[in-house]
């Protein structure tokens, strides 16, 4: 499976971006995704979740009620709406599996928020 992270980029605080996850192989759609962030000089962390068929969603506190991860299994592909953002959401961030032996992790997209 090759992972392909996208639509990072530099925002001021308060503003917003999608990131997308593209993936190859049919497994996409049969596993619980999560979107994973790593900042500078801490180690990577998963902060939110969605289930195979897409209907059940969980957040790391930090995120919740900002950022909303949503799946197109027809497309292979998934997304972060993040909102509202701060300073503190600064890292690069991933997607992957969640709750079992990650695939091999992609480059990710880095997100920077200016304060």
């Known amino acids: 499976v090759q992972l392909v992270e996208s639509g990072g980029g530099l925002v001021q605080a308060g503003g917003s971006l999608r990131l997308s996850c593209a993936a190859s192989?049919?497994?996409?759609?049969?596993?619980?995704m999560g979107w994973y962030r790593q900042a500078p000089g801490k180690q990577r962390e998963l902060i939110a979740t969605?289930?195979?068929?897409?209907?059940?969603?969980n957040y790391v506190d930090s995120v919740k009620g900002r950022f909303t991860i949503s799946k197109d299994n027809a497309k292979n592909t998934m997304y972060l709406q993040m909102n509202s953002l701060k300073p503190e959401d600064t890292a690069v961030y991933y997607c992957?599996?969640?709750?079992?032996?990650?695939?091999?992790w992609g480059q990710g997209t880095q997100v920077t928020v200016s304060s």
């Open positions: 969605i289930t195979s068929g897409g209907r059940y969603t």
């Open positions: 992957n599996v969640a709750g079992r032996q990650p695939w091999p």
């Open positions: 192989g049919s497994t996409f759609s049969t596993n619980v």
